[in-house]
């Protein structure tokens, strides 16, 4: 993916897809962030749903920590443009919360 052309939300899918055979899996999640932050995305209103396919890797991988930290992200983006996916990162950050032994955060 060339760093020229805006992503798609299918070129995330391929990434967050290339994940589960990567040897280093932590990469595919930093270039999805990176896509996101940079606003390398070809429609801004994907950092959310990029933000939430790192989390979903870093989760994979039990790195909880990094995936709650991008699962907050998912959320705040979601809520910022009134995306429909908010339910999706607030339930995935929930059981992030519950799997971390926060269940009081998990149920707000």
Do not use: K, N
Not at 1 to 18: C, F, K, N, T, V
Not at 48 to 76: C, K, P, S
């Amino acid at each position: 993916m060339g760093a020229e052309r805006p992503l798609r939300r299918d070129d995330l899918d391929e990434l967050s897809d290339a994940s589960y055979e990567a040897a280093e899996p932590d990469g595919i999640a930093a270039e999805l962030v990176a896509a996101a932050d940079s606003g390398r995305l070809a429609d801004s209103a994907d950092a959310g749903y990029a933000y939430l396919l790192a989390a979903e890797i870093h989760e994979r991988t039990d790195a909880l920590a990094r995936a709650l930290a991008l699962a907050e992200r998912a959320v705040a983006a979601h809520r910022a443009v009134g995306d429909r996916d908010l339910g999706r990162a607030r339930a995935f950050r929930a059981g992030l919360l519950l799997r971390l032994g926060r269940d009081q955060e998990a149920m707000v």
